[in-house]
């Protein structure tokens, strides 16, 4: 059995990134997750698996090279909290315009603005339905314990590779800053320029090496050209929605009435749940643990059962707003949250609950 | 088995290091832990706790509204978490610095002269561990072998060298716990 | 000698460089653009480097630069072809990595990537195509607009209490430690072409030897902003560009 070690969810997000042969990491500082690039520069990865650490001048700057990096067919990342990555919104959306594979992570803190520091999932919006221009999706996966954080380096990027497009992980203050058990995941050995040239050959600019020279864009100024890569882009996107939803439910098999929460706030309501059930109130939870693509058809497959669902989140209502277009009236469905940084108690959904459906 | 546990104090007593230790040996002895810290300004010079949870079995919230102890070392932290532990849980304090001593007639209360017996030991620096020791003396939760193996893993390996007065502080603590009646 | 002799293989006296496609350039005529894009094809193809050359194109005029240059390339985001060029040069150490950027793109919006990629030293090529104006969006001020120029948002001319003064990016970044190559040039008639060629190629070397950020300025003439004939254009720019913008090598170690 592998060792067990304790660790902070972002210093895990590092380990991972090493682990997973990843083979450039570039961010900047940024509270509450600084730790990321800590560890990575700590590790000293460069003298082991090859990988490329470096801090760049601005998230712009991160974001920017993650593209150039990504062009060359290279597994980059990135990460940040909320005010670095509305900054990395242009990049994200010239990688999914360009159809490009990267992954970024994003350790949430509370806003709008220069905001807070501690945990906030006030992001829902900008990660799932794209923070920056254009018709784009990222790959959205919420981790709820520091395993997950990661073990979903190695998902989002075999998703974000399969795909072409960003991936994101979805964290928060809460989960960056927790420490628990870890498990390492065996040593994923870098790919060689070699291997690079000859799997991506047909896209990534590698050097035109017997092969017609390779070219990177997100422009194409006929509108003609334009609306094919939208088509393209969105035909992608309900491929995904089909085949790539993960969720996990807890005590959802009698339940009726359903707790839909992701990530810490997900943590939380697994103990709301317990005390529900001892108090005789058939409660399930569900977690999305893809918010895109989000599991709309799990909640709707559920509703014969159910007599009302409650959305909790650590923010003003935004993954509400997709839970009712999946019920779409068919039964009540009530929101509770705290904004600003404020982490709310099980006790407190429990009693928020108990007053919304009159129990 | 399960303990849900709140260190609190200045930043600098080494509160945080204390949890780490534990939620480390807990992971030794194959348990499930989570250790989760008060983050940002509070860290710099004013009041730091952190949340530790060790169990047998998945936990699921890593944050606690109540918990089964609370370990104050300084006055705004008894004034934030005397009302949070569980009645019949356990206050463990160090007197030292504390004007408003618990009032709480529903909860164990105990006290370590933890600052007073590291300065008189001449082992300040291992003033937390002693805190851990009385801590464990009131709680053997974990074995303390794999306490020991735990404050190896959450030290620096420049420190280790530091590991026996670490463990007669531990044992000191354990000595010197008193309840409070 | 008719014109079948002349075309004789034979008689060659000049060929396009077959690292330059065929496809006929966007550029005005009277634009610098074709000219260093040709040099920068001839320099590739002398040093034999085609398939292990990635560009990075700016947005301005020579967002097409792809369509002429028959090498890899990656089209970055206004001003942040550096930021790209970083990440290319440094996962990919033995590939040569250049970026192509205009004055807007490198010396406004792009102030940041390019300061800081020149100052960690990058081991890549920075072409800086200098014209005192922004072309593609048709006009406006750039931060290199002379004072008195008059642009499209600088209809009376540029005002320094107004606009502020002319930025001399490249006097920057030849402080910087990381450049180890920083000269400024012309394309306008063959002396200059030959001259920047040379320094070009010049940059493309140092890259292997990990000495640092090459940068090299062209200025450049764009007539049909500048609202005059090609010829007048080139003699505006000798006299009024030249006298800010002096020619030469600003550093070279």
């Known amino acids: 059995m592998a060792e067990k070690l304790l660790k902070k969810g972002n210093e895990a997000i590092a380990l991972a990134a090493i682990r997973y042969g990843v083979d450039g990491y570039f961010g900047y500082p940024i509270t509450p997750q600084s730790e990321v690039m800590e560890t990575l520069m700590e590790e000293m990865p460069w003298e082991t698996t090859g990988m490329v650490v470096l801090q760049a001048e601005s998230e712009t700057s991160s974001i920017n090279m993650l593209y150039g990096g990504a062009c060359c067919g290279k597994k980059v990342m ?30 949430t803190r509370g806003g709008p603005g220069l905001g807070t520091i501690q945990p906030s999932q006030g992001d829902y919006f900008q990660a799932v339905k794209g923070g920056g221009h254009g018709d784009y999706k990222t790959i959205v996966l919420a981790p709820a314990s520091v395993q997950e954080m990661y073990d979903f380096v190695g998902t989002g990027f075999d998703l974000a590779f399969k795909y072409r497009m960003p991936a994101m992980i979805l964290s928060d203050g809460a989960i960056g800053q927790m420490m628990e058990k870890v498990e390492l995941r065996p040593q994923v050995q870098r790919l060689t320029d070699k291997e690079i040239a000859k799997k991506y050959g047909d896209w990534a600019t590698t050097g035109k090496s017997g092969r017609k020279a390779n070219f990177i864009s997100s422009l194409a100024l006929e509108a003609r050209d334009m609306e094919q890569i939208n088509l393209r882009l969105q035909s992608k996107y309900r491929i995904i929605e089909e085949t790539e939803v993960l969720f996990e439910k807890h005590l959802c098999d009698d339940a009726e009435y359903l707790l839909v929460a992701f990530g810490s706030s997900a943590r939380i309501c697994e103990s709301t749940v317990e005390m529900a059930r001892s108090k005789g109130i058939r409660m399930g939870l569900l977690r999305p643990i893809t918010l895109f693509p989000f599991p709309t058809r799990i909640i709707q497959a559920m509703l014969p059962q159910l007599k009302g669902i409650m959305s909790v989140e650590l923010s003003a209502g935004q993954m509400v707003e997709d839970i009712r277009l999946a019920v779409n009236g068919a039964v009540p469905v009530e929101f509770f949250g705290k904004m600003g940084g404020i982490v709310f108690s099980p006790e407190e959904v429990l009693n928020a609950f108990t007053a919304k459906f009159n129990l | 088995m399960k303990e849900e546990l709140i260190i609190a104090g200045f930043g600098g007593q080494g509160v945080l290091s204390m949890g780490k230790i534990l939620a480390y040996s807990g992971v030794i002895q194959d348990k499930e832990v989570t250790w989760m810290p008060s983050y940002g300004p509070e860290m710099r010079g004013g009041t730091a706790n952190v949340t530790v949870i060790i169990s047998d079995k998945r936990i699921s919230s890593p944050i606690l509204n109540m918990c089964d102890t609370a370990i104050v070392l300084n006055q705004q932290s008894m004034d934030k978490f005397e009302s ?9 304090y160090d007197p030292n610095g504390i004007s408003r001593h618990p009032e709480r007639k529903d909860i164990k209360v105990y006290s370590i002269d933890a600052a007073d017996l590291a300065n008189d030991s001449g082992i300040s620096k291992a003033f937390n561990m002693l805190v851990l020791g009385a801590f464990l003396q009131l709680k053997p939760i974990l074995e303390m072998e794999n306490i020991i193996k735990g404050l190896k893993k959450s030290l620096p390996e420049r420190y280790h060298n530091l590991m026996p007065m670490n463990e007669k502080a531990i044992r000191l603590g354990m000595a010197n716990v008193k309840e409070v009646k | 000698m008719d014109t079948h002799d002349i075309i004789k293989p034979e008689n060659l006296v000049y060929g396009k460089s077959k690292v330059l496609t065929d496809t006929v350039m966007h550029y005005c005529p009277g634009c610098t653009h074709g000219v260093v894009h040709k ?21 301005g005029c020579a967002v097409f630069a792809y369509k002429y240059i028959d090498i890899d390339w990656q089209q970055a985001a206004h001003g942040r072809a550096p930021a790209l060029a970083t990440a290319t040069k440094r996962l990919y150490p033995d590939k040569y990595v250049f970026t192509y950027q205009g004055d807007g793109d490198l010396a406004s919006i792009g102030t940041a990537e390019i300061i800081h ?12 195509i200098n014209n005192a104006i922004y072309g593609m969006t048709g006009g406006q001020m750039a931060p290199t607009t002379l004072l008195g120029m008059k642009t499209a948002t600088t209809p009376y001319g540029r005002k320094a209490e107004l606009n502020g003064y002319p930025l001399k990016i490249t006097e920057l970044v030849a402080q ?44 450049a003439a764009c007539n049909s902003n500048w609202k005059m004939a090609p010829v007048k254009a080139n003699k505006w720019m000798e006299e009024n560009m030249f006298p800010f913008y002096p020619l030469g090598d600003l550093k070279d170690r």
Do not use: H, W
């Open chain 3, 39 to 59: 040099i920068i094809a001839e320099v590739i193809e002398e040093m034999d480097i085609q398939d292990r050359t990635i560009g990075v194109c700016p947005v």
């Open chain 1, 78 to 107: 990135t990460s940040s909290s909320s005010p670095g990555i509305s900054l990395m919104c242009e990049g994200i959306s010239y990688m999914a315009g360009s159809e490009l594979p990267c992954l970024v992570v994003n350790v």
């Open chain 2, 84 to 92: 949070k532990v569980k009645p019949g849980g356990i206050l463990l």
């Open chain 3, 117 to 128: 990629a020149c100052n960690r030293g990058e081991n890549i090529v920075v072409i800086f």
């Open chain 3, 176 to 219: 910087l430690e990381g450049t180890c190559y920083v000269t400024r040039q012309s394309a306008q008639n063959p002396a200059s072409v030959r001259k920047a060629k040379k320094a070009i190629r010049k940059a493309f070397e140092n890259t292997t030897q990990r000495k640092g950020t090459s940068f090299i300025e062209i200025v």
